[in-house]
């Protein structure tokens, strides 16, 4: 029989693997997502609103990513907060 040691390697390549095929054949789908309306409505005015779309789309992505950041820091930060080395009681320095 496998021991629990080898169950945990099976599944942790189970797992990358239907990760890997998920991605594989998701990405077209993900890549032909687009608007018609807004393609067409680009496609037929000028650089001006090309740019200003493009500008629009940057200025929009901003905040969640500023969000996601912060998440990821503040995570970082109190990772250990509940798993102290030594066994003491956490620390509540929030």
Known sequence: MFRVRDNRRLFRLIAIAIVM?????LAPMALSQGCSLCYTQVANSGARMIRALRNGIVILIIPPLSMCIAAMILTFR?????????????????
């Open 21 to 25: 095929v998920c991605a594989l054949t």
């Open 78 to 94: 109190k990772r250990n907060q509940f798993h102290d080395a030594d066994g003491s009681e956490p620390r509540s320095d929030w």
